[in-house]
């Protein structure tokens, strides 16, 4: 969730408005009154909707939006000003974002040099130490085109090495600091006689780490001494390395990955670079921490089946059985990936994904299974399970199933994994998976008489309402929301797509793409902004954007950079994609409009019938719409197929 999100979230549209003097009153699930933008007393026009935090006038002044457009509208403020506002009130620190300029672009440029330059030094002493290459072709078995294709090195066991090469080509303290590569030393500190520095990376195997673009980040260290501590040791947090958003791999991954349409995560830099040197390329790593979902939302710009390869022992069994409950936030160990089931069901519904757990063979690491038999690892990925299967299995192996008690333990378990599945289909598949895994009665698991193992399944928060004269159709906050966001990553991804998206929408006889199309002022600056710089621009359109957007904004350009799922889909499905966000945009707009302005008919009916003659035509206009809009969407559905 956004900073923006999380006001949004906090913030009580309905006691915003009413503070604002509006008086409003309660109307089904939504609220009512008169319009504070216009002078009109005899028929309230102003709705209000809480559950998607918004509101529309369908009197004079027809406008709408979110909690941030009423108060800029109301009291005359700039979104950043209001922004500012709604975050004081709402208790939340208004993360600012300020736009790359170009002195800090050039020195993220040098910064990179400076990294690049590394890789040759670190691998030039790679290349010296004959120690280190015979633990890697020997122990490792990788060959030297592998060795040479990673760029691995080796970072001597000198304090000063690294900090004396490169301050002799001319780098300052300052700038190795900024890259990692060396730490300044503790004050006070008696372990070193000279200097203020010293390298960050010693007598370790040092495994350059690239984003998915290819440009140096960071590094990895693993210790060469086996008692060394911490085994394994990554770059840290700079302005060009969050380990949290980078995948080890990935860069050479890209391609194999869209190919296999599969994403293989492993826990070891040297299991992905054995793996690739074994023909499977479609693997990466996260850098020895637990997977964040910005990590799953890199693979999934390149498919939706991921697949976790864990050793069980370690992070799979074990972790199931300390409790499925409690997330791990931290590891025993670095390299180790932590397996929290209900977390990997949580992203995979909300990202879409098919996450799947692979099961390594006790006491073996992918690169000692690909050096056993390649075909073995090509059987193990593709018997993958599903998280819940896994588990299940997991929790079942070695159980005596004959005992009702260890039957109750392990459905205690797992119901809970299966309630919070989304989708009804699959949770009903999932129960009677595990009714016939326990040999047990599936109605024992849903709380008819017997065991009462079933669980209530968190239901999403502010529901729809069913369709009614007194609950207008609607849609969550989350769904509108997560239409406009994927259209806009859609759009900001290929700007020029624009063009194609309105010229289909004309073709089809609608209208444009416009602002009033998003529900949500954030979004609506967004696409402005994105619209102007196709004007301006030719090329390279998101530092137009970025200057040209409020600061509470950069870090939600920032996000939708960051969630670019579609980079490995075609021009032409993209535009599908985009098309079909436009329409159900509309659609949900329109359907939303209808049912509330004949509601509005009929109360006017009471007391003006001008007023209510005003409300039916407009009900009129927006049905038509609607079918117009139906029909230009089986058109286009047509032309698509043909």
């Not at 009109?40 to 979110?66: K, L, M, S």
């Not at 904004?553 to 985009?578: P, S």
Request: aromatic share 6%; charged share 30%.
């Amino acid at each position: 969730m956004s900073t923006l999100d999380e006001i949004k979230a906090k913030v009580d549209i309905v006691d915003l408005i009413s503070e604002a003097g509006v008086k409003l009153r309660r109307s089904g699930r939504n609220y009512i009154g008169f319009c504070p933008f216009h002078d009109n007393r005899h028929t309230p026009a102003f709705v209000v909707w809480p559950e998607t935090g918004t509101w529309r006038c369908f009197g004079a002044c027809n406008e709408g939006g979110d909690v941030i457009k009423f108060v800029m509208k109301k009291d005359g403020l700039t979104f950043q000003e209001a922004a500012e506002r709604l975050a004081a009130r709402a208790g939340v620190t208004l993360e600012l974002r300020k736009p790359v300029t170009t002195e800090q672009r050039q020195a993220y440029d040098r910064l990179r040099k400076l990294l690049e330059e590394a890789v040759i030094f670190y691998h030039g002493h790679l290349l010296q130490n004959q120690e280190v290459l015979t633990y890697l072709r020997r122990e490792r078995s990788l060959n030297d085109a592998t060795i040479e294709a990673f760029g691995l090195g080796y970072a001597p066991n000198r304090w000063d090495a690294a900090l004396t090469h490169f301050t002799a080509r001319g780098y300052s303290e300052q700038e190795l600091l900024e890259a990692g590569l060396i730490v300044a030393r503790e004050e006070g500190s008696a372990s070193l006689t000279h200097g203020r520095f010293y390298d960050r990376f010693r007598h370790r195997i040092v495994f350059p780490i690239r984003n998915e673009q290819g440009r140096m980040a960071g590094f990895g260290g693993r210790a060469v001494d086996p008692n060394a501590v911490p085994k394994f040791l990554n770059s840290p947090e700079t302005p060009i390395f969050a380990k949290g958003r980078l995948l080890y791999g990935l860069d050479r991954a890209r391609k194999a990955i869209r190919a296999a349409d599969r994403a293989v995560i492993v826990e070891g830099y040297l299991d992905v670079i054995a793996l690739h040197q074994a023909g499977f390329e479609n693997v990466v790593s996260p850098m020895g921490t637990a997977l964040t979902e910005d990590q799953l939302r890199l693979l999934k710009k390149y498919t939706r089946r991921i697949v976790l390869a864990l050793d069980p022992d370690r992070a799979g069994q074990q972790a199931i059985l300390r409790g499925l409950d409690a997330a791990r936030s931290a590891m025993d160990k670095e390299g180790e990936i932590g397996f929290d089931a209900r977390g990997w069901l949580r992203q995979e519904a909300r990202l879409q994904a098919d996450l799947r757990v692979a099961r390594l063979p006790d006491g073996l690491d992918p690169d000692e299974v690909v050096k056993r038999d390649r075909e073995e690892w090509r059987r193990i990925v593709e018997n993958a399970r599903p998280v819940v299967v896994h588990v299940m299995e997991t929790l079942v192996a070695g159980q005596d199933l004959s005992d009702p008690k260890v039957k109750n333990q392990i459905a205690a378990q797992v119901i809970p994994l299966i309630e919070d599945l989304p989708n009804p289909v699959e949770r009903d598949a999932y129960r009677q998976a595990l009714a016939r895994l326990l040999r047990v009665d599936e109605r024992a698991l849903l709380g008819a008489p017997g065991p009462r193992f079933r669980t209530k399944r968190a239901r999403p928060p502010r529901e729809a309402p069913a369709p009614g004269p007194e609950a207008p159709l609607i849609e969550t906050t989350r769904f509108v929301h997560q239409i406009e966001a994927i259209l806009l990553t859609i759009l900001f991804h290929q700007p020029e797509l624009l063009f194609h998206l309105d010229r289909s929408l004309q073709e089809a006889g609608l209208t444009p793409l416009t602002p009033h199309d998003f529900e949500y002022t954030d979004h609506q600056l967004l696409l402005i902004a994105l619209q102007q710089s196709l004007e301006q621009v030719e090329s390279d359109h998101l530092p137009y954007v970025l200057a040209h957007v409020p600061e509470a904004l950069q870090g939600l350009v920032g996000e939708l950079q960051r969630q670019m799922f579609a980079a490995a889909t075609g021009e032409e499905r993209l535009l599908d994609e985009a098309l079909r966000g436009v329409i159900r945009l509309r659609r949900i707009h329109l359907e939303e409009s209808v049912e509330q302005l004949r509601f509005l008919q009929e109360e006017a009916y009471q007391q003006d019938d001008a007023q209510a003659h005003v409300y039916q035509t407009l009900a009129l206009e927006h049905a038509r719409a609607l079918r117009n809009l139906d029909e230009a969407h089986r058109q286009l559905s047509l032309k698509r197929r043909l």
